[in-house]
């Protein structure tokens, strides 16, 4: 165990600011600037893994749908056949099948990493001496999450689009109902339900952030929030819970789905990001409160 006494509640970091407050240039603002996080992320190879998975995701699927064998005639017609039908439907596609799990694990992933990887690696207690203010850090962090989570999430549809127009043409989309949107129109919807989902995950991202001020193993931080979102889907499917499934946070996560309509109705995707932002400010403020009076060994 080492020899140096924990910084509880940044008293190695007070010591530091100590003698750092006589130097006029020290400013506590200007501490690890989101540029430089960023670019330091962007240099971590699960990023890099991260976004290229994602990108490769649309041609994968492509590439299946091309050796998968043609259904019978006057067989069913199902999602996979819809997805074929043009470039936009290629795209919802791609979000339903992955909205409800795989970008579940990339947000829980870059939010997860964030304090507990710095942690694990012994190098948490040299940023708090740096100086770095408690509260910056890890806000400083959290918006680069946020930026990468983001771009993630945007990335997979957008290279949907592209490989499915390449692949199936510029069609309109159709709804499994039979509504039909021209392909500029079909293009921003899928682009405004990838921001929803985004929104709708910030909870995850928070949830995540809160298990990693709490553990030192970045894995587990992101095992637990994925573990609680699968929970939380599969409660969702158990009719007999009745209204209490509203309050579950994956409970509107599919809601984007109104936006494939011609007539949007936008209400239950309004309680979906109430819902999810209501539950994200709770789990902030408690991985705030968490590490601001955490021992960091």
Request: proline fraction near 5%.
């Given at each position: 165990m080492s020899d ?5 509640r940044g008293?190695?970091?007070a ?5 750092a407050a ?5 400013r506590p603002?200007?501490?690890?600037p989101?540029?430089v996080?960023?670019?330091r992320?962007?240099r ?5 893994v ?5 990108a ?6 492509w590439?299946?749908?091309?050796l998968?064998?043609?259904g ?5 017609f199902?999602?996979?056949d819809?997805a ?7 795209a ?9 799990f795989l970008?579940?694990?990339v947000v829980?992933?870059?939010f997860?990493?964030t304090?507990?990887a710095e942690a694990?690696w012994s190098?948490?207690?040299?940023l708090?001496?740096?100086p ?5 850090l890890l806000?400083?962090?959290a918006i680069v999450?946020g930026?990468l ?5 945007v990335?997979l549809?957008?290279v949907s ?5 390449l692949a199936?043409?510029t069609?309109?989309?159709v709804s499994?109902a039979?509504e039909?949107?021209?392909?500029l129109t079909?293009?921003g919807?899928v ?6 989902i985004a ?7 928070a ?7 709490s553990?030192?193993a ?6 637990g929030a994925v573990t609680v979102?699968?929970v939380?889907?599969?409660?969702d499917?158990?009719?007999a819970?009745?209204e ?6 994956t409970?509107?996560a599919?809601a984007?789905?109104a936006?494939l309509?011609?007539?949007v ?7 979906g990001v109430?819902s999810?932002?209501t ?7 408690l ?7 955490k021992?960091?060994?």
């Amino acid at each position: 165990m080492s020899d140096l006494p924990p910084t509880h509640r940044g008293q190695v970091g007070a010591f530091a600011a100590d003698s750092a407050a006589t130097s006029p240039s020290y400013r506590p603002h200007r501490t690890l600037p989101v540029r430089v996080e960023l670019i330091r992320q962007l240099r971590r190879r699960r990023t890099v893994v991260t976004f290229a998975l994602l990108a490769l995701l649309p041609v994968i699927l492509w590439i299946a749908f091309s050796l998968a064998s043609e259904g019978p005639p006057g067989g069913s017609f199902n999602l996979v056949d819809l997805a074929k039908q043009s470039g936009p439907n290629f795209a919802v596609f791609a979000l339903f099948a992955s909205a409800g799990f795989l970008l579940v694990v990339v947000v829980a992933l870059f939010f997860g990493d964030t304090v507990a990887a710095e942690a694990s690696w012994s190098s948490l207690r040299y940023l708090l001496a740096a100086p770095i203010p408690r509260a910056r850090l890890l806000r400083q962090k959290a918006i680069v999450a946020g930026l990468l989570a983001l771009a993630a999430v945007v990335l997979l549809p957008v290279v949907s689009l592209i490989v499915g127009s390449l692949a199936y043409g510029t069609g309109d989309l159709v709804s499994p109902a039979g509504e039909s949107l021209g392909f500029l129109t079909a293009g921003g919807r899928v682009l405004l339900g990838a921001l929803y989902i985004a929104v709708q995950l910030s909870w995850v991202a928070a949830l995540a952030l809160l298990l990693s001020v709490s553990t030192d193993a970045p894995l587990g931080a992101v095992g637990g929030a994925v573990t609680v979102s699968i929970v939380s889907q599969i409660l969702d499917q158990i009719t007999a819970l009745g209204e209490l499934r509203n309050w579950l946070p994956t409970h509107d996560a599919t809601a984007w789905s109104a936006l494939l309509a011609q007539q949007v109705d936008w209400s239950e995707m309004t309680r979906g990001v109430f819902s999810a932002l209501t539950y994200t400010l709770v789990f902030a403020a408690l991985a705030t409160y968490r590490f601001l009076h955490k021992d960091t060994l």
